[in-house]
């Protein structure tokens, strides 16, 4: 059971990814747009789409949205623009480096 929800969340991380960037290259050109860095755009639309995917899924799912569940979505916002920045091969990558060195240090 618990893999099947870390698929379905790399399932939606990936989807938000690829809208955010597709919103992205869509608008960067806007005229008020371009005054910003297109990373801070990437973020904000990240932490927006995120927000509005939890508060979709509590309301699917009769979750009662608390503190908690708001407070989630800034690390998997972030997880999303890192995506949509970056990729989904720089991220595996990252989180092998993160995994090898908590190895590391437990020996």
Same mark, same amino acid.
């Given at each position: 059971m618990?893999?099947?929800q870390a698929s379905s969340l790399v399932s939606v991380? #990936?989807?938000l990814a690829f809208i955010v960037s597709a919103i992205t290259q869509a608008t960067k050109n806007?005229? #008020?747009l371009q005054r910003i860095p297109t990373d801070a755009q990437v973020i904000a639309l990240s932490?927006?789409?995120t927000l509005l995917a =939890?508060? &979709?899924y509590a309301q699917l799912s009769g979750l &009662? =949205?608390?503190w908690y569940l708001i407070? &989630? =979505?800034l690390p998997l916002g972030l997880l999303v623009s890192f995506v949509a920045m970056y990729g989904w091969a720089t991220a595996r990558d990252l989180w092998q480096r993160l995994a090898l060195r908590e190895g590391e240090e437990h020996d």
């Open positions: 618990w893999m099947e991380i #990936g989807m806007l005229p #008020g932490l927006l789409f =939890v508060l &979709a &009662a =949205v608390r407070a &989630a =979505v």
